[in-house]
């Protein structure tokens, strides 16, 4: 069936959606009178009968609710108000169902099931009643409704529990500090550049998206209660930080959103900012539907409102994902964290590293040693909600961008660690007596990578490392290297232990490297401007002239060509390493030495342009332009 969404109508005839999965709710144990203790397990009916009862209504919104469905299980639909429910958006798809609504006349309630016929999971929320119901499904897969506690639903509820935490810790509160090497190498790396903040996306043409939905607290693209627009910048960032290394479109455009929801509603999932004080919450696992988690405006207190609502943000949409809190400690059910080691949890209680400089909040499976909760949170959105992992940037080793004076350039020598145990690595060669100056930053401003970064020479043998302590950094100062090939590994660093540390389970994200290689094999002949020809190249037959240009990230295309009256050169460009005749991202050979090719959407990093010289040519001009 293709996908669908159920809209309220004016007209009575097409009023919403009446849910018959909930008929079995009412029985005793659920009615108005029953007493306020949390009522047993209700099992009601098989989830496939259920899907087919709920696909039969979307088709037929006018059929007779009381009516029993065919092959239903002789599940009825019921009309008590107490449990009737308004189906608002409704998806089913290849077997996959994702509905979401309220509780029929009780407006502050959020209703939201998705799932398959082997496993439908979901709750019925009625907050002013402080009350929560779990939709479960069995191994046989028959589907059952639990009264539990709303806290187990809606986490963070508890308004006097954010005063008493943050009263005392937000006062001098330090921020994240921009690496200097944070150059765009992705759309969330590097300070606010005036972006339009109604229409920020993470990574664009993904399937998978979250929106941040502040229309609340904007007026247009200009933000409310004197909230500057790189504070909205910083808000958005930290939450694309903290699922940088999933393939998921963080954004704050509602086109976006819209589509994406249109295409497979399963894929997507929706915070709202809100224009009041109160305390931040999110409804649990209602990623892939549409009731949305809630972000109030509170005073900053010590923390911007970027950098605070940021943070929140993080950890809201996390309970969304399904994840719930990484509890143990003195902070009991938030973890405070591991002051040594400045490291917490980002689903326990990040307030507490208000005043660490070099903070890192991570995803985590429990490992502390206090720890009562053992979720692996990365498997959660991988797995359970099937958000895939961007791909590796660097799955079988690059060369080490190094121009001509020896300079390393972050624009040109950065990557992402991207799972659990990546590592990336750079190769490069000493031709003599080699000194390595090298920093290599982690350059997300809320990230979570701690960097790892060691040395092998050609007998893999290694030479140097360094995983600089509460830095996050890694660093080699005047590391003398004698001639020969080396390979520069990168990974996610770890500190102390799982058990009073951290492991490198969660280091993960981007990096830059700075620095100079003295020594080394200079890689081009001559390095070119975008769209400034040299002119007066000659070679004599069977030579090779090579070239380079750095291409930073986001460009469009870089477009390379040669102009000669004479001989027949032919055209070659790679991308990190010098061309051949066999291994080229673009080649254009033909009779002549007027030849063009081009590199669409071209990866970031130094690309070589290399001119065979099929036979002798002169006063030939090179080019190569970035879009």
């Known amino acids: ?87 608002t958006d409704y998806h089913f798809k290849d077997g996959v169902l994702s509905v979401s609504g309220k509780a029929r006349g009780v407006a502050n309630s959020t209703f939201y099931l998705k799932g398959t016929a082997k496993n439908l999971h979901g709750y019925l929320i009625k907050r002013d009643q402080k009350k929560a119901y779990e939709y479960s499904t069995d191994a046989k897969g028959i589907v059952s409704v639990t009264e539990v506690p709303i806290s187990k639903v ?99 455009n509602p086109a976006v959103y819209n589509a994406a929801k249109s295409a497979n509603i399963l894929r997507t999932g929706v915070i709202n900012f809100v224009n009041q004080d109160g305390r931040s919450n999110a409804p649990l696992s209602s990623f892939g539907t549409t009731s949305a988690g809630t972000l109030y405006r509170n005073p900053s207190s010590g923390f911007d409102y970027g950098y605070g609502i940021g943070m929140t943000a993080a950890h809201e949409v996390g309970h969304q994902m399904g994840m719930n809190h990484d509890r143990g400690g003195s902070g009991g059910e938030y973890f405070e ?55 590796d940037d660097n799955p079988s080793g690059k060369n080490l961008a190094v121009d001509a004076a020896g300079n390393i350039s972050p624009s040109t020598n950065f990557g992402q660690i991207e799972k659990t145990g990546d590592t990336d ?110 002119a007066n190249q000659s070679a004599s037959t069977g030579a090779w002239k090579y070239y380079a240009i750095d291409v930073p990230a986001g460009k469009t295309s870089v477009v390379f060509n040669i102009n000669g009256a004479n001989g027949d050169a032919d055209l070659y460009s790679q991308l990190s390493v010098k061309p051949t005749t066999a291994a080229y991202k673009c080649k254009s050979d033909g009779a002549t030495s007027i030849e063009t090719c081009t590199v669409n959407a071209p990866a970031a990093g130094r690309y070589y342009l290399g001119v065979y010289a099929y036979s002798a040519f002169n006063t030939l001009t090179v080019k190569a332009t970035v879009n």
């Open 425 to 534: 690595t750079f190769n490069f060669t000493v031709t003599g007596n080699g000194k390595l100056d090298l920093k290599i930053d982690p350059i997300e401003y809320f990230g979570m990578l701690d960097v790892d970064a060691k040395i092998y020479n050609s007998a893999n043998t290694l030479v140097a490392s360094s995983n600089k302590a509460v830095n996050r950094s890694a660093e080699f100062i005047g590391l003398n290297l004698s001639a020969g090939n080396y390979r520069l590994v990168i990974a996610g660093g770890a500190e102390g232990t799982p058990s009073n540390g951290f492991s490198n389970y969660s280091s993960l994200g981007y990096y830059g490297m700075k620095g100079s290689l003295v020594g080394s094999t200079p890689p081009v002949d001559v390095m070119l401007t975008s769209g400034v020809g040299l």
């Open 154 to 252: 809606i986490p963070d509820l508890d308004e006097g529990w954010l005063k008493a935490t943050t009263v005392n810790n937000l006062a001098g509160a330090i921020h994240p500090v921009y690496s200097t090497m944070a150059l765009r190498q992705a759309r969330h790396i590097g300070p606010y550049n005036n972006e339009d903040v109604t229409k920020l996306e993470s990574k664009p043409g993904s399937a998978w998206v979250f929106y941040l939905n502040h229309s609340a607290v904007m007026s247009g693209t200009t933000p409310l209660n004197g909230v500057t627009k790189e504070n909205m910048y910083r808000a958005w960032q930290i939450v694309a930080d903290q699922y940088s290394m999933y393939n998921i479109n963080i954004t704050t």
């Open 337 to 391: 964290g591991i002051a040594a080691y400045q490291w917490g949890p980002i689903m326990g209680n990040y307030w507490m590293g208000a005043n660490w400089a070099s903070s890192r909040w991570t995803w985590s499976k429990g490992e502390y040693s206090t720890a009562s909760n053992f979720e692996d949170d990365l498997r959660i959105m991988n797995v359970n909600e099937s958000i895939p992992y961007v791909a």
């Open 1 to 87: 069936m293709k996908s669908n969404q159920q809209k309220q109508s004016k007209n009575p005839a097409q009023r919403l959606l009446s849910s018959s999965l909930l008929c079995a709710l009412l029985s005793t144990a659920f009615s108005a009178g029953a007493a306020d203790t949390l009522a047993a397990r209700q099992e009601i009916g098989s989830a496939d009968a259920l899907i087919r009862s709920l696909v039969s209504q979307h088709a037929n919104p006018n059929s007779n609710a009381n009516a029993r469905v065919a092959g239903s299980d002789d599940i009825a639909i019921n009309k008590n108000q107490q449990f009737d429910n308004d189906i």
